[in-house]
């Protein structure tokens, strides 16, 4: 079941109620009795966490091809004298 957003437009209080799809729209606050509820617009509180999911699923675009360039195409490969490791020998 989704949750909905509801706010009053006469006290401005705001709460959310765990409803069916088919239910009727909450109209009376629970606050001050009015009738000026009126669902809010939020975001999406859905994440997708654990073992199974990566960051990079999902992006758009081939995510094989993404992370597997060649290390000639790095900076550091094409300069001369350039060395890929940062230890340097001080005898």
Not at 13 to 18: A, I, S, Y
Not at 61 to 86: C, E, I, N, V, Y
Request: proline share 7%; aromatic share 8%; charged share 10%.
């Amino acid at each position: 079941m989704p949750i909905y957003a509801y706010g009053c437009q006469a006290c401005g209080h705001t709460f959310d109620v765990l409803q069916k799809i088919s239910d009727a729209p909450l109209t009376t606050c629970p606050q001050c009795s009015a009738e000026s509820l009126q669902k809010q617009v939020t975001a999406a509180g859905f994440q997708l966490k654990g073992s199974g999911w990566y960051v990079t699923d999902f992006r758009g675009g081939s995510s094989a091809s993404a992370g597997s360039k060649p290390a000639a195409d790095s900076p550091a490969a094409a300069t001369p004298g350039a060395s890929s490791t940062s230890s340097s020998s001080t005898d």
